[in-house]
C-alpha cells in the first residue's frame, strides 16, 4: 500500500495521473494508478489492470463510474494549487494572506529586499528576491500553477509575461488598467508569443466587484482563481503533508486510517476526493468536513486500527434525516467515505 503513495508522489504532474481503487467484493481495495496513458502501479497481479485502460481514458470527472462490469473510485489527480505571485507590494499581501487561507502554496518573485522580506511576514511560504526575469527561470509551472502579475509597472508586467506565457499554467491574470493591459498584450504578440496564450490573460485581474482598496482587490483576485480553479473537476486529495507524514513518519507500524470522500449528495461540506488521515490517537491530518459526519468516521476508523488494522471498510453518513438534525448536521447532504488502513513505514516493500 505505501508503495503506491511513493508513486503518487513521484508523479509527472503535467501527465495525465489517475489514481483508481476498485470497490468489487474480489478486488475491493486494491489499487491502479495511471500515468500518461500506462499503468505505473498496480497493487494486485491478478487485477486485470491494462484491460481497463481504454475505459479509463474516457474518465472526465473524480467520482465512481462502472468499468468492464466492475465499479471502482476514480481520481484525477492534481498537484497542490500554486499561485505564483511577481510583486510583493500593498495588493500582493493581501492576496498571500487569502490564498493561503483557501489552501493554496504561495510563491512570490519580487526584486526589492524590502517588499520581500513583507511577503515573508505575510505567509508566503516560497519567496524569490531576484529580478523577475532571472526568478521566473526558474519557475517550472504546471496545469495547478496560477500566475498573478501585481508588479508596480508595465515594463516589469512585460518582463514577467514574455517568460510567463511559455510555462505550463492553470492561469495568468495581470493587475492593470485596459490600456496597460492593451499595450502588454500588443508588445507580447509583436515578440512572436502565442496568441491564443496572450489572449487568454485575465485583464483586469480579478471579478469585478467595484474593488478600490487592496484587500477588496485580493478577494476579486482570490475569487477569479477560485472560479478558475473549480472549473477543473480534478481531485487533489494527496496533500503533500498527508504524504510526507505516511512516507517520512517515524512511527513505524503505526495503524493509520486514510478516509477518502467517494461519493457525495445534496450539500455536504466537502468534495469527492477529499481526503483526511486518520491517527491511532484521534488526531487528524486533513478534514473531510468537520461536525458530527467526521466525528462518526474518526470513531470507526479508531476502531478499525484497534481491532486488528482492518484493510477496508465503507462508510456511509447520512446528513439529512431527524436525527442529523438533532445532531446539528445542518449540510442536509450524503456522504460515502472510503476507509482504508495505512501502516507505517517499515512495511514499505
Keep these: 500500500m505505501l508503495k503506491f503513495f511513493k508513486v503518487i508522489r513521484e508523479l509527472e504532474p503535467n501527465n495525465r495521473n489517475l489514481a483508481v481503487t476498485l470497490l468489487e467484493r474480489e478486488f475491493f481495495g486494491e489499487k491502479l494508478l495511471i500515468s500518461g496513458g500506462s499503468v505505473v502501479y498496480q497493487s494486485s497481479e491478478s487485477m486485470p489492470g491494462p484491460a481497463y485502460l481504454p475505459k479509463l481514458s474516457e474518465v472526465q470527472n473524480t467520482g465512481i463510474c462502472s468499468v468492464e462490469g466492475a465499479r471502482m473510485f476514480c481520481e484525477i489527480l492534481g498537484r497542490p ?108 504578440l509583436e515578440q512572436g508569443k502565442d496568441p491564443e496564450t496572450v489572449n487568454r490573460i485575465y485583464t483586469p485581474i480579478g471579478l469585478d466587484i467595484g474593488a478600490e482598496t487592496p484587500e477588496e482587490i485580493a478577494v476579486a483576485v482570490m475569487a477569479e482563481l477560485i472560479q478558475v480553479k473549480n472549473r477543473e473537476k480534478r481531485s487533489f486529495g494527496y496533500s503533500k503533508e498527508l504524504l510526507e507524514y505516511i512516507l517520512d513518519s517515524q512511527e ?26 486518520i491517527l491511532p490517537d484521534g488526531n487528524c491530518i486533513g478534514t473531510i468536513g468537520g461536525g458530527c459526519a467526521e466525528a462518526e468516521v474518526v470513531r470507526i476508523a479508531r476502531s478499525m486500527s484497534r481491532n486488528g488494522g482492518e484493510p477496508c471498510r465503507l462508510c456511509h453518513v447520512d446528513m439529512t434525516g ?28
Excluded at 154 to 171: F, G, N, P, T
Excluded at 252 to 277: C, D, F, Q, Y
Design 322 to 349: 431527524e436525527d442529523a438534525q438533532e445532531e446539528g448536521m445542518v449540510c442536509g447532504g450524503v456522504i460515502d467515505v472510503l476507509l482504508e488502513t495505512v501502516f507505517g513505514t517499515s512495511n514499505i516493500k
Design 81 to 188: 494549487k500554486k499561485i505564483v505571485i511577481c510583486g510583493g507590494g500593498h495588493v500582493s499581501l493581501p492576496i498571500i494572506k487569502i490564498g493561503r487561507m483557501t489552501g493554496f502554496q504561495i510563491h512570490v518573485l519580487e526584486d526589492r529586499p524590502k517588499f520581500a522580506d513583507w511577503a515573508r511576514a505575510a505567509g508566503a511560504q516560497e519567496v524569490t528576491c531576484q529580478p523577475f526575469a532571472q526568478g521566473l527561470a526558474a519557475v517550472k509551472g504546471d496545469k495547478d500553477t496560477f500566475f498573478v502579475v501585481v508588479t508596480r509597472g508595465h515594463r516589469y508586467d512585460q518582463i514577467c509575461l514574455e517568460s510567463i506565457v511559455e510555462k505550463e499554467h492553470a492561469y495568468i491574470g495581470m493587475i492593470g488598467s485596459r490600456r496597460r493591459a492593451a499595450k502588454v498584450k500588443e508588445a507580447l
Design 252 to 277: 513505524t507500524n503505526a495503524k493509520n486510517v486514510l478516509a477518502t470522500i467517494i461519493m457525495r449528495k445534496g450539500s455536504a461540506p466537502r468534495e469527492t476526493g477529499t481526503k483526511m488521515l
